[in-house]
């Protein structure tokens, strides 16, 4: 059983576009967050979210909108789709801030053209 | 801000080395760190988790060790083999928790 499934796992789309991805964990956790790595490969918080409430939104543009609907799922929403949003996306869960660490999907890779 | 700096950037070495790779983070309240493995085109797979009460965690051939006085964390790979080729990626949680900083990965080759 995938501990942390995000679905699509490819994703090709127009510009203006707009776009979501989910994503699951049967881990029992209670906190799920969203990832950007770039294209340099960095890895960055976009958002977290504890117990369905949003904890961190980094900054992230307006056109981002996760949506919690249970502990278990945390699905990303993206409008008007951009190049520069290519990138891939990881979804990871943890218990509680992390303290017994975190587990990560197999990401999902946007390319928009 | 926690900040997380990992050096090298890239390692390339024969088959049957031992190898170090360096992660040095800039809050050293640290409760724990991460080590992370990820192969191209691929997810991040957890190699070892070290908590802050801890100073060493091992796993088969992979040790790592914590030092939050100064700032540093070391992955220890024994007798290197070419399956062992992938990024590795050392993150430690966010002032606010919530969230792990990365740094930005040290590429292993190991050549046959």
């Known amino acids: 059983d995938t501990a942390v499934s995000q679905t699509p796992k490819y994703l090709v789309t127009q510009m203006g576009n707009d776009k979501s991805i989910k994503c699951e964990q049967n881990?029992?956790?209670?906190?799920m967050y969203w990832y950007k790595q770039d294209s340099k490969k960095f890895l960055k918080i976009m958002f977290s979210y504890n117990n369905k409430e949003l904890i961190i939104n980094e900054t992230v543009p307006n056109r981002f909108s996760p949506k919690s609907p249970d502990k278990a799922h945390l699905n990303l929403h993206i409008n008007s789709l951009e190049l520069g949003d290519s990138a891939v996306y990881f979804c990871?869960?943890?218990?509680?801030?992390?303290?017994?660490?975190?587990?990560f999907g197999s990401g999902t890779r946007l390319t928009v053209v | 801000k926690q900040e997380v700096t990992q050096i090298p950037a890239a390692l390339s070495v024969p088959e049957g080395e031992n190898l170090v790779l360096n992660c040095s983070f800039t809050?050293?309240?640290?409760?724990?760190l991460q080590w992370f493995r990820q192969d191209p085109g691929k997810g991040l797979t957890s190699l070892l988790l070290?908590?802050?009460?801890?100073r060493e965690q091992t796993s088969g051939r992979l040790n790592a060790s914590l030092d939050k006085s100064s700032g540093r964390s070391t992955l220890y790979i024994a007798a290197s083999q070419p399956g062992d080729s992938a990024t590795y990626l050392c993150?430690?949680?966010?002032?606010?928790?919530?969230?792990?900083?990365f740094g930005k990965g040290t590429s292993l080759l190991v050549t046959p």
């Open positions: 809050d050293s309240a640290i409760y724990n």
């Open positions: 881990l029992g956790h209670d906190t």
């Open positions: 070290i908590q802050s009460s801890q």
């Open positions: 993150a430690g949680p966010s002032n606010s928790g919530y969230a792990l900083n």
């Open positions: 990871a869960s943890s218990r509680g801030q992390g303290q017994y660490g975190y587990t």
